[in-house]
């Protein structure tokens, strides 16, 4: 090959080198922070809420409770039982509130800051829902009811859809010291109009059945 075919060659290459080098510099230079860490909650859109709006046909019994290392199963009369359509806007909610492993003091649909100190979830939750239960524009598609001694609870007239079924059990009674007293339960349901689904499972997963 000529000689000044070879230093074009080498010019290319060069060139080309430095690009790519810029290009890795940008990428882990301090300050910029990927579209993920960047996602903001989803915008209220009351669009996807009009079909639950309305009374259905479909009805839900089961039975709320917490798992403990011994197998026994922590109820808690009254504990509020909520049925959340799914969308959008309460899947966020859900995912930081609830089915995550830790969240955030922030990390909440009001607000737009995903990085303080992670809190446990029972701690977000105990914020959480009250805060969706304050939320104005939800409030016509929230259904809660409370379960009853042994942890049982009904719902009735529900139109089909997707939903949440979440529960925070507070104060459970147990006589065994690897009892948890507080806890989440929850339970992701696909319902069909008219359906009538019965005993439903509803706990925290420590006992392998969600």
Known sequence: MPLR?????????????????SNKVQATEPGIVSPAKTAQPPVFNEKDLFAYKQKGRSTLTGQVFLGSSSG?????AGAPVHLIPMTPYTRYWFDHAVRGISCSATGNLAS?????VPKPLTDCAQEALPQLRAE????????MTRANPT????FTKIPSGRYYIVSLIQGGSGTHQDEEPT?????VLDLEAGEKVSNLVVTDCKTNLC
């Open 136 to 143: 104005k524009r939800l409030a016509p598609y929230l259904r």
């Open 183 to 187: 806890g989440l339960a929850w339970l």
């Open 151 to 154: 942890g049982h609870f009904w």
């Open 5 to 21: 075919n070879r230093l074009l060659c080498a010019a290319v290459i060069l060139l080309l080198f430095g690009i790519l080098w």
């Open 112 to 116: 737009a800051e995903t990085t303080a």
């Open 72 to 76: 026994k199963a922590i109820t808690q």
